[in-house]
């Protein structure tokens, strides 16, 4: 057992993500399967924005293929984060939202994003480093 002392202990009082938590099969590390992809966090900006059709996504996504857009949309969908809603028209009109849930992941995620944008010039200045 972890004393509140060990690094561990502390860790977990603080409800810091420990080593164990990461291990195959648990909450966490299917939490961090779910959203740790760049597709999935640009999706979920894109439609933290509002309602969005297929080929708005498309294009607002930059680089992501109409393949994995669609995969990553129904995995999207069977987690509860969006909905998907097929409107009975010719060609057919679906458009896309997020769920409560989804956009509380977004609101969730937003204090990493910040962090990114502040941090941003010194990890690349890091990686610049690195790389000499």
């Known amino acids: 057992m972890d004393s509140v002392n060990s690094p ?3 860790a977990k009082a603080a409800g810091a993500v420990t ?5 195959q099969g648990c909450m966490t590390r ?3 399967d779910l959203i740790a992809d760049k597709w999935m966090l640009s999706i979920l ?8 059709r297929y080929s708005a996504l498309q294009r607002a996504v930059v680089g992501i293929t109409p ?6 949309l129904r995995s999207l ?3 509860g984060l969006l909905t998907r809603t097929v409107y009975p028209v010719v060609p057919p009109h679906v458009e896309y939202e997020l769920t409560d849930l989804g956009r509380s992941l977004r609101q969730a995620l937003q204090p990493l994003l910040v962090w990114g944008e502040s941090h941003l010039d010194e990890v690349e200045q890091a990686q610049s480093a690195h790389q000499q």
């Open 45 to 52: 900006c894109v439609l933290s924005e509002g309602t969005a």
């Open 8 to 10: 561990r202990g502390v």
């Open 67 to 72: 393949k994995v857009l669609t995969q990553h």
């Open 30 to 32: 299917r939490v961090f």
């Open 19 to 23: 080593s164990m938590q990461l291990e």
């Open 77 to 79: 969908e069977s987690s």
